[in-house]
């Protein structure tokens, strides 16, 4: 399950790639819980993969939405946790679950 897949990454510092809305996505998460509408989701760090928007080089925050969501597996990329990660500022998830400590 893709969930348990998260969790995982998440107490292990590890790297996953899923594929979102089609896209495939290389990404470390950081926080799994639930946006302001109840809607379970993942707040990511997006290093490599696909977009429908644009990647900077340094890779970039997203919010995932589980049900959008699907193949995912654990890779071998090296943890990336840029300085700039907050769980106090993300905007991505009200009630967090599971979280990556500061």
Same mark, same amino acid.
């Given at each position: 399950?893709?969930?348990?897949?998260?969790?995982?990454?998440?107490?292990? #510092?590890?790297?996953?790639?899923?594929?979102?809305?089609?896209? @495939? +996505?290389?990404? &470390? %998460? =950081? &926080?799994?819980?639930?946006t302001?509408?109840?809607? %379970? $989701? $993942?707040?990511?760090?997006?290093?490599?993969?696909? #977009?429908? /928007?644009?990647?900077p080089?340094?890779?970039?925050? +997203?919010?995932? =939405?589980? $049900?959008?969501? /699907?193949? $995912? /597996?654990?890779?071998?990329?090296?943890? +990336?946790? %840029?300085s700039?990660?907050?769980? @106090?500022?993300?905007?991505?998830?009200?009630?967090? &679950?599971? &979280?990556? %400590?500061?």
């Amino acid at each position: 399950m893709i969930l348990d897949i998260f969790e995982k990454a998440i107490r292990e #510092t590890r790297c996953v790639t899923v594929v979102h809305r089609g896209i @495939p +996505r290389r990404v &470390a %998460p =950081h &926080a799994i819980g639930f946006t302001a509408d109840g809607v %379970p $989701a $993942a707040f990511v760090f997006q290093y490599g993969g696909g #977009t429908t /928007s644009t990647l900077p080089f340094v890779g970039e925050w +997203r919010c995932l =939405h589980f $049900a959008d969501l /699907s193949h $995912a /597996s654990e890779n071998t990329d090296r943890w +990336r946790s %840029p300085s700039n990660y907050s769980l @106090p500022r993300q905007t991505c998830l009200k009630q967090i &679950a599971l &979280a990556v %400590p500061e």
